[in-house]
């Protein structure tokens, strides 16, 4: 059964300053590792996602690592902002076609980026 | 806007009442997903369905029932909810993975902006 972890629970930091999240995953044979951002209150906006082939997936300030072997993931802010101040989850998918693209997910960080 | 779209966005009710959820997706996914977020907990899968037809129930105590009458639409009717079943209830939708591992990218899921729901 997989199990996701992330860490740290939460995160302050200032602007500008660059932050890496962690997350990791007990079970190496997973078909891709999703990263989200949730506003408080909302639903769920995908940022990156990254296949079982690939190692790192960029966008924007944006930049997630997969490590299989160690069963990691990382996500990288760049030059960070107040309106990264959010929520972000990590969520791993497994391989074959009975995970149907269940995602299971870690418990988030918590990100304040102060001005 | 995510291509999901979750009716209602608050729903108060009580331990007596019965209502339902909706959900509509108009991104020709074949897989849509019932999520529930408690505080303090992950995000818990509740059900799947692929190609309208559900093929996994997490547990889910029956006054839970979710239907699927197409590809675009999921519901999620609730009968006799307790005030612990009080949460926010998240809508996905994605491509489902194929069996030979590859096409990773196309399973890339995208979420409703979600139900809160209280049960009083």
């Known amino acids: 059964k997989q199990e996701v972890t992330q860490i740290p629970a939460a995160l302050s930091v200032p602007e500008g300053e660059n932050l890496v999240l962690n997350c990791s995953f007990t079970?190496?044979?997973?078909?891709?590792l999703q990263w989200f951002r949730q506003d408080p209150g909302k639903g769920l906006t995908s940022l990156l996602l990254?296949?079982?082939?690939?190692r790192e997936q960029t966008s924007g300030r944006l930049n997630a690592s997969l490590d299989k072997s160690s069963g990691r993931s990382t996500l990288y802010i760049a030059a960070s902002q107040p309106g990264d101040s959010a929520t972000y989850l990590c969520?791993?998918?497994?391989?074959?076609?009975?995970?149907?693209?269940?995602?299971?997910f870690g418990q988030g960080t918590i990100l304040t980026v102060h001005p | 806007e995510t291509g999901v779209t979750q009716t209602p966005r608050h729903l108060v009710m009580g331990m007596t009442n019965k209502k339902s959820l909706k959900c509509e997706q108009h991104?020709?996914?074949?897989?849509m997903y019932w999520y529930k977020q408690s505080a303090k907990k992950p995000l818990e899968l509740m059900f799947v369905?692929?190609?309208?037809?559900?093929?996994e129930n997490n547990s889910v105590p029956s006054r839970f029932s979710p239907e699927c009458p197409n590809s675009s639409h999921l519901f999620l009717h609730l009968h006799t909810l307790q005030p612990e079943d009080s949460a926010l209830y998240l809508c996905?939708?994605?491509?489902?993975?194929?069996?030979?591992?590859?096409?990773?990218?196309?399973?890339?899921?995208?979420f409703g902006q979600g139900t809160r729901l209280t049960v009083v």
């Open positions: 996905a939708s994605s491509h489902l993975p194929r069996d030979d591992g590859t096409g990773g990218a196309l399973n890339r899921a995208f």
């Open positions: 079970d190496s044979a997973i078909y891709n």
């Open positions: 990254i296949q079982s082939s690939q």
């Open positions: 969520a791993g998918t497994n391989a074959g076609g009975t995970s149907y693209g269940k995602l299971t």
């Open positions: 991104l020709g996914h074949n897989a």
């Open positions: 369905y692929s190609l309208e037809e559900r093929v």
